[in-house]
């Protein structure tokens, strides 16, 4: 059994600046992508930056220039640093790996439970 356990959301004021975490943790053999999705209030969930075990970075358009993915791959962890949050950035951040499990031969998505982040004034 895997588990992500994702963090460091919070209450701040436009233009300020967040860093999430995700760790994960178990029977783990390997990871592929791993990254963060959001959600806001009534939409739909959508990718926000995802990074590779090699490094390649997929991120989306609004959150370029301003959010940064970093990985730590010996810790199984994710982080998001994200500056010049803007109102529009708030929603639920999940967490989001591709992981191959220990015995098997194949990836299985994991999902975090979470972490609200709320940019007002």
């Known amino acids: 059994q895997v588990q992500l356990v994702d963090s460091g959301g919070g209450l701040v004021q436009p233009g300020g600046s967040l860093r999430l975490s995700c760790a994960a943790s178990?029977?783990?053999?390997?990871?592929?992508?791993m990254g963060w999705y959001r959600q806001a209030p009534g939409k739909q969930r959508e990718l926000v930056a995802v990074?590779?075990?090699?490094?390649?970075?997929t991120a989306a358009g609004p959150v370029k220039g301003r959010f940064t993915i970093s990985r730590d791959n010996a810790m199984n962890t994710v982080y998001l640093q994200m500056n010049s949050l803007k109102p529009e950035d708030t929603g639920v951040y999940y967490c989001?790996?591709?992981?191959?499990?220990?015995?098997?031969?194949?990836?299985?998505?994991?999902w975090g439970r979470g972490t609200q982040v709320t940019v007002s004034s």
């Open positions: 989001n790996a591709e992981v191959r499990t220990s015995g098997t031969s194949y990836y299985t998505v994991y």
């Open positions: 178990g029977s783990i053999f390997s990871i592929n992508d």
């Open positions: 990074m590779s075990a090699g490094g390649g970075i």
